[in-house]
């Protein structure tokens, strides 16, 4: 019971706090006129972008009609004078008309919460800029996140113990409008929720609206707070070829929100890479020019988002150093989601390997030893099959290394370690300073395409 209780309290706290009201035209300050509002527009510097994955729950949100109509009618509805002394009571008003093009803007809207909760729209604008296709508006909105009842939600808005200033929600549902309009959106889990009161615009019954969609908008660029590109952090070209730019994300948020979504912007952006002799930008396209480590950069307003580049010979792709400072290993890999899993675990990323072959007569195996925890990289059916015989577990074929015999990968021992005693490097020098300080060089272990 104890924990059902606390479970509770926590939910209405958080949609309490985050539940906003918009003045409606009637109120005494702070109101948007039809012109005032149609007046008003972004401010410059708003990128086109639009949010995924928008569950909508249109029957839920046009099962509320009931509770507001029902609240406006029956006799008993209040609400607080300014300065919290008198009330008006025993309110009765008309019913409301549900109307599908105040719909249409409640299910904009509550798009637009999810990716920046506040009455100000995400590109910076008022919430009355938001018209229907037919180009309707509305006068009064009510905005919440955090519960997925419609009575939990009604409740809320109701404000039964709430003064004056706290009750914008309850005068704008016992308001003098014709009309509502009401959304309901499931975004990773989160509901948000928007009422939309106006005049009845007219417009057809649509079926509710129980898909899940992409829902386009414009963000400010004050409200791009991080960015990132739709790819891992690092990407490959090849010399000589063209691709497609991968898509940018940014997180748009209300400067003092914390609840956020991710937006895509998909439009705006102005791309180019730190150094042309590698790779060059052009009408949305990449183009590798020699083999090399650039980086790719969106450009939003005064932010830059990077992504590693590299540019490959053909055939090839980046291979991956990493470290546990735990363990003391070295790892390699070719998988980006390997070393995006190492890294978050805490391995440190120490950059690109070397260039392998996409394919080639001489794979190199990869296998672990479980009971010192750590790996073992070779060329040698032999020495794999040995290993095996020891317990050692074989993983698969890592990658291939380059019959050419481009770029050595040099293959020292330390003598004096039980576990993690192999290392494996492209650099002479780093080699040599090893075996300087004791390790056994034991040759060349594989090779990598030449750069």
């Known amino acids: 019971m104890k924990g059902k209780f606390i479970r509770k309290l926590l939910a209405l706290t958080a949609s309490a706090v985050l539940a906003f009201s918009a003045v ?103 919430c009355f800029t938001c018209l229907s296709s037919n180009g309707d508006m509305s006068y009064g909105e009510n905005i919440a996140y955090g519960l997925s009842s419609v009575s939990g939600i009604f409740d809320l808005w109701k404000e039964e113990s709430e003064g004056y200033e706290e009750q914008g929600h309850r005068r704008n549902m016992l308001g003098d409008y014709q009309a509502i309009g009401i959304a309901c959106v499931d975004v990773g889990g989160a509901y948000f929720w928007v009422q939309e009161f106006g005049a009845s615009t007219g417009t057809a019954a649509v079926p509710a609206c129980l898909d899940t969609k992409s829902v386009s908008m414009e963000v400010a660029e004050s409200r791009i707070a991080s960015g990132y590109f739709n790819t891992a952090q690092e990407m490959d070209v090849t010399v000589g070829d063209t691709v497609d730019i991968p898509q940018a994300y940014c997180t748009a948020v209300l400067n003092d929100a914390a609840i956020t979504a991710n937006v895509m912007i998909d439009g705006g952006i102005n791309y180019t890479t730190d150094d042309e002799s590698i790779a060059t930008v052009s009408d949305g396209k990449i183009t590798g ?54 890294k978050a675990v805490g391995w440190n990323d120490e950059g690109l390997g070397w260039y392998a072959p996409n394919a080639s007569h001489t794979p190199v195996y990869r296998l672990y030893n479980a009971k010192g925890g750590e790996h073992h990289y070779t060329t040698k059916i032999g020495e794999r099959n040995n290993l095996i015989k020891q317990g050692w577990n074989y993983e698969s074929i890592g990658w291939y290394s380059d019959d050419n015999h481009g770029t050595p990968l040099y293959r020292v021992y330390n003598l004096n370690a039980f576990a993690n005693n192999h290392h494996y490097t492209t650099n002479a020098a780093e080699k040599t300073m090893l075996v300087n300080l004791g390790w056994r060089d034991e040759g060349i272990g594989w090779y990598g395409v030449k750069g």
């Not at 928008?54 to 949100?61: E, G, I, L, P, R």
């Not at 609400?79 to 009765?92: F, L």
């Not at 920046?116 to 590109?123: A, C, D, I, Q």
């Not at 363990?327 to 390699?332: A, N, P, V």
């Open 24 to 126: 409606p035209v009637h109120a005494e300050e702070g109101t948007f006129t039809a012109h005032g509002a149609a007046g008003a527009v972004a401010p410059s510097g708003v990128y086109s972008a639009y949010l995924e994955n928008v569950q909508y729950h249109q029957d839920k949100a046009r099962d509320m009609l009931a509770f507001v109509n029902d609240f406006r009618t029956n006799g008993s509805a209040w609400y607080w004078n300014a300065g919290n002394t008198t009330k008006t009571e025993n309110v009765v008003m008309d019913n409301l008309t549900y109307d599908y093009g105040l719909e249409e803007i409640a299910m904009q809207r509550a798009a637009e919460i999810a990716a920046s909760f506040s009455h100000t729209r995400p590109n910076g604008a008022p």
């Open 289 to 342: 020019v020699t083999e090399g480590t650039c980086r790719l950069q969106a450009h939003l307003g005064t932010q830059t988002f990077e992504s590693v580049l590299n540019v490959v010979t053909d055939g090839s792709h980046s291979m991956y150093r990493l470290y546990n400072p735990n363990s003391g290993e070295h790892f390699y890999t070719a998988s980006a989601a390997e070393r995006d899993h190492l």
